[in-house]
């Protein structure tokens, strides 16, 4: 679980919901009573409604739907870190170290491990075994990179669309409520007050909607995606080094070069 995605969510309601309550409190109102003033199931059907049908009409439905369970996946842990970045480092030296000893096909093995668990890595590890020279691994290698970037990054351009939708359809729903409110104005005066309240919600879903769900699910993909692609651009400088049979000594000095000097490799330390 990523605890700081799931405490700022968090602290985003509590400080919204918190706001109304002291407002309600300021005002002699009773908590319960203000926080159900701003309920308003018409108004989010409006918002939430109109965001999806425009998002469906706008893409695929498939991509809709992945782009729904991915912005429910940023609450969970990234699957990359600083000390896998710098654990990747080793395992590359490590590979060195076995191409001196025993040449490019004693790595097959690591290849049917990793098939399962890291296809990118695999894959760029085969080539490497049938003797592809360092600059076609990493040409082809670059290739997938930037293609598998765009893909991921499909979600994350769907999301944003629908942050900008939502608040479009809050102006719708509040227009629809003010048309209401005021084709009723010839009757009781005393309601118009609430009616006009009701009305704005609509807005308010939508702004909050945009900038507490879609947007920052939308940025936060992104930088997962790119820290991905960080590490794959990492791994694939690694293994083009590994076909042009470089010493594992220059190996960690040029991948290090793409790492924050806290988390460099040191070779020597491996050895100890």
């Given at each position: 679980?990523?605890?700081g995605t799931?405490?700022?969510?968090?602290?985003g309601?509590?400080?919204?919901?918190g706001?109304?309550?002291?407002?309600?409190n300021?005002?002699?109102?009773?908590?319960t009573t203000a926080i159900?003033?701003?309920?308003?199931?018409?108004?989010?059907a409006?918002?939430?409604?109109g965001?999806l049908a425009?998002a469906?009409?706008?893409y695929?439905?498939?991509?809709?739907?992945?782009?729904?369970?991915?912005?429910?996946?940023i609450f969970?842990?990234?699957?990359?870190?600083?000390?896998l970045?710098k654990?990747?480092?080793g395992?590359?030296?490590?590979?060195?170290?076995?191409?001196?000893?025993?040449?490019?096909?004693?790595?097959?093995a690591e290849?049917?491990?990793?098939?399962?668990?890291d296809?990118?890595l695999?894959?760029?590890?085969d080539?490497?075994i049938?003797?592809?020279?360092?600059e076609?691994?990493?040409?082809i290698?670059n290739?997938?990179?930037?293609t598998?970037?765009?893909r991921?990054?499909?979600?994350s351009?769907?999301?944003k669309?629908?942050g900008g939708?939502?608040p479009?359809?809050?102006?719708v729903?509040?227009?629809?409520?003010?048309?209401?409110?005021?084709?009723?104005m010839?009757?009781?005066p005393?309601?118009l007050?609430?009616?006009?309240?009701?009305?704005?919600l609509?807005?308010l879903y939508?702004v909050?909607s945009?900038?507490?769900?879609w947007?920052?699910?939308?940025?936060k993909?992104?930088?997962?995606?790119?820290?991905?692609r960080?590490?794959?651009?990492?791994?694939?400088e690694g293994l083009?080094?590994?076909?042009?049979?470089?010493s594992?000594?220059?190996?960690?000095?040029?991948?290090n070069?793409?790492l924050?000097?806290?988390i460099?490799?040191?070779?020597?330390?491996?050895k100890?």
């Amino acid at each position: 679980m990523s605890i700081g995605t799931v405490v700022a969510f968090i602290v985003g309601l509590v400080l919204f919901f918190g706001a109304i309550i002291v407002e309600a409190n300021h005002n002699g109102m009773s908590p319960t009573t203000a926080i159900l003033m701003y309920l308003s199931v018409p108004g989010l059907a409006m918002v939430l409604g109109g965001t999806l049908a425009s998002a469906f009409l706008s893409y695929e439905a498939r991509y809709v739907w992945l782009a729904l369970k991915t912005a429910m996946r940023i609450f969970s842990s990234p699957a990359i870190n600083r000390g896998l970045l710098k654990s990747e480092v080793g395992r590359v030296i490590r590979w060195g170290y076995t191409v001196q000893k025993s040449g490019l096909p004693a790595l097959e093995a690591e290849t049917k491990k990793l098939k399962n668990t890291d296809k990118f890595l695999a894959f760029g590890l085969d080539m490497v075994i049938a003797g592809y020279s360092g600059e076609e691994v990493r040409h082809i290698l670059n290739t997938t990179i930037e293609t598998t970037f765009g893909r991921n990054m499909v979600p994350s351009s769907i999301l944003k669309t629908m942050g900008g939708i939502g608040p479009a359809f809050g102006m719708v729903g509040t227009l629809v409520g003010m048309v209401m409110m005021m084709a009723n104005m010839g009757g009781d005066p005393s309601g118009l007050g609430s009616a006009l309240s009701v009305a704005l919600l609509a807005t308010l879903y939508g702004v909050l909607s945009a900038r507490l769900i879609w947007f920052p699910a939308a940025e936060k993909i992104k930088q997962r995606e790119e820290i991905v692609r960080f590490r794959n651009y990492l791994v694939a400088e690694g293994l083009a080094l590994l076909a042009e049979r470089k010493s594992p000594r220059f190996i960690q000095d040029k991948m290090n070069s793409y790492l924050d000097p806290a988390i460099h490799f040191n070779i020597d330390k491996m050895k100890s």
